[in-house]
T-cell receptor, first 115, second 115 residues
Framework: DSGVTQTPKHLITATGQRVTLRCSPR?????VYWYQQSLDQGLQFLIHYYNGEERAKGNILERFSAQQFPDLHSELNLSSLELGDSALYFCASSVAGGMSTDTQYFGPGTRLTVL | AQTVTQSQPEMSVQEAETVTLSCTYD???????LFWYKQPPSRQMILVIR??????QNATENRFSVNFQKAAKSFSLKISVSQLGDTAMYFC????????????FGTGTKLQVIP
């Protein structure tokens, strides 16, 4: 158990809908990262938040957005869902996020299925 | 941009034997970190081992060790005395030290440990 929690574990929804994925980092970790793992794209970095502020964006679609709250949990919002958004979404956390580098520990993931 | 290449999509090893998974990467950076993550059938991403590029000594974690060749940009994982629980997908990953902490993953090697 990495100490990172993600809810829900599974999510099934229809095209065009909007969903919210939630992540709670390890105690003491200030950084949260979101990744998407799909069969054809592999593991892709989406976005990084550090202590409530966005730090880096990767291959994140405009239909997707995220935020990190004062209690450091993070939410990833996916809207206007398409079939191709079906994937496993991972959250990871680390202590740092500034100019130091730290190992990222992953949560169990949320499996999103868009029908 | 950084790239990570895992040229072995699938491998198998007899229980108690040793296996080596290959990984090469490409970067113009001098300070970075390399990781091996394990993803068992449960889909959890588990950190196996980490190597700082500035360290010449190869990292070791129990039965797991790496062969880090910085000049050749090679980072292989050796699993000794393989166990059935080692059956998983293994991802090689790269992260630049400092600044934005995006992790770039390889496409993975599926390892099957045969009883």
């Amino acid at each position: 158990d990495s100490g990172v929690t993600q809810t829900p574990k599974h999510l099934i929804t229809a095209t065009g809908q909007r969903v919210t994925l939630r992540c709670s980092p390890r105690s003491g970790d200030l950084s949260v990262y979101w990744y998407q793992q799909s069969l054809d794209q592999g593991l892709q970095f989406l976005i990084h938040y550090y202590n409530g502020e966005e730090r880096a964006k990767g291959n994140i679609l405009e239909r997707f957005s995220a935020q990190q709250f004062p209690d450091l949990h993070s939410e990833l919002n996916l809207s206007s869902l398409e079939l191709g958004d079906s994937a496993l979404y991972f959250c990871a956390s680390s202590v740092a996020g500034g100019m130091s580098t730290d190992t990222q520990y992953f949560g169990p993931g949320t499996r999103l299925t868009v029908l | 941009a950084q790239t990570v290449t895992q040229s072995q999509p699938e491998m198998s090893v007899q229980e108690a034997e040793t296996v080596t998974l290959s990984c090469t990467y490409d970067t113009s950076e001098n300070n970075y970190y390399l990781f091996w993550y394990k993803q068992p059938p449960s889909r959890q991403m588990i950190l196996v081992i980490r190597q700082e590029a500035y360290k010449q000594q190869n990292a070791t974690e129990n039965r797991f060790s790496v062969n880090f060749q910085k000049a050749a940009k090679s980072f292989s994982l050796k699993i000794s005395v393989s166990q059935l629980g080692d059956t998983a997908m293994y991802f090689c990953a790269f992260m630049v030290s400092g600044g934005y902490q995006k992790v770039t993953f390889g496409t993975g090697t599926k390892l099957q440990v045969i009883p």
